[in-house]
């Protein structure tokens, strides 16, 4: 757990980006650079005083006007990053930022610690123990039923029968045939666990 990586999305609604960008900055300091594009996005980028880079971009799946919504995307996270993460989560809420049932939270994990069988087995795992966390988490059904699906049980019944040994593997039964080239919006990627972005971006999204 000390030595993992980590990014995070937190989604939010009710703030406009400006404000929610600020609320970084009176945590972490630095600059706040409206980028603006693209524009479905309107970034705003916070550059933090140790340089690395907090995003604040509009999300088209959030339940408020585009004017106040508000992502947040954080720079590779470590361990010990876990206590600026929490003051920044306050300074938003205390900014005004809110969340409601459109809005989500996106952990992704440093994907180089993943080879086929440890992916297969966090599959095999999260699959047993599917309701549990559902319900631990208060996951909105209409989030459940489209962004965060369980485990697909075809691709599930496809790495207990051909019990893949390498990522190539794993990519076929995955998309169904070998991806070397995975778009962003893959229609694989709506699950709870996201192995699409294993080969997107070397990362495992929750």
């Known amino acids: 757990m000390k030595t993992l990586r980590f990014g995070i999305e937190i989604e939010t609604i009710g703030q406009t980006r400006h404000r929610v960008a600020q609320a970084i900055q009176s945590v972490v300091g630095g600059t706040i650079t409206h980028v603006g594009a693209p524009g479905c996005y309107d970034p705003y980028d916070v550059v933090a005083e140790d340089g690395r880079r907090w995003r604040v971009m ?30 920044i989560v306050r300074a938003v809420r205390r900014a005004g930022a809110k969340v409601d049932s459109s809005c989500g939270i996106h952990i992704h994990v440093d994907g180089a610690r993943f080879d086929a069988k440890a992916a297969c087995n966090l599959i095999k795992l999260v ?4 309701q549990l966390i559902e319900h631990a988490l208060g996951i909105d059904p209409n989030r459940r039923a489209y962004y965060a699906r369980g485990v697909n049980q075809d691709f599930l019944r496809r790495i207990e029968q051909e019990r893949p040994r390498s990522l190539d593997e794993l990519n076929v039964a995955w998309y169904g045939h070998l991806n070397r080239r995975p778009i962003h ?3 694989t990627r709506y699950r709870g666990v996201n192995l699409h972005n294993l080969w997107f971006r070397g990362t495992v999204e929750y």
Do not use: C, M, W
């Open 127 to 130: 699959n047993k123990q599917e």
């Open 58 to 87: 509009a999300d088209s799946s959030l339940s408020a006007s585009f004017h106040r919504q508000a992502e947040v995307v954080s720079p590779i996270l470590r361990y010990e990053d876990l206590g600026t993460l929490q003051q």
């Open 185 to 187: 919006y893959d229609r």
